[in-house]
C-alpha cells in the first residue's frame, strides 16, 4: 500500500501560481494512478486531476481545465500539482492519493490512500 503527504500549501493572490507535492512512500508508487481532490468548507470533497500510471493519461476537472497541470516524477516517488491563473473559488484543502483503478468519474471511491490534505488559500 502507498502512502503519500502532501507538501505545505499556502496562501497566493488571485492570478497566481502555486505548486503542490505529493511526496510517496513504497516501491510500488509508479503502479498507481495518482489523484487531487479539494474540499472547500462547507461542500463535499470534490475531484481536481487524475493522472494514469501507465500512459501518463490526464483527466482534469472543468473548473481547472487550462490552468492546473498534473504530473509526477517516479524517480522521486513524487506527484505534483501545478495551479495557474488562481481564483477565490479555487481555496480549499487539497488531497493526494493513489488508485489502482481508474473510471470515467473518478471519484473519491475510487482512491484508497489519501494524505492529510494541505490548506490553498487565494485572496481576491
Known amino acids: 500500500q502507498v502512502q503519500v503527504v502532501e507538501s505545505r500549501g499556502g496562501l497566493v493572490q488571485a492570478g497566481g501560481s502555486l505548486r503542490l507535492s505529493c511526496a510517496a512512500s513504497?516501491?510500488?508508487?509508479?503502479?498507481?494512478?495518482l489523484g487531487w481532490f479539494r474540499q472547500a468548507p462547507g461542500k463535499e470533497r470534490e475531484f481536481v486531476a487524475a493522472r494514469r500510471w501507465s500512459d501518463g493519461l490526464t483527466k482534469y476537472a472543468d473548473s481547472v481545465k487550462g490552468r492546473f497541470t498534473i504530473s509526477r516524477d517516479n524517480a522521486k516517488n513524487t506527484g505534483y500539482l501545478q495551479m495557474s491563473s488562481l481564483k477565490a473559488e479555487d481555496t480549499g484543502v487539497y488531497y493526494c492519493a493513489t488508485t489502482r483503478s481508474w473510471t470515467p468519474t473518478m471519484s473519491t471511491a475510487d482512491f484508497g490512500s489519501w494524505g492529510q490534505g494541505t490548506q490553498v488559500t487565494v485572496s481576491s
Open positions: 513504497g516501491r510500488t508508487f509508479s503502479t498507481y494512478s
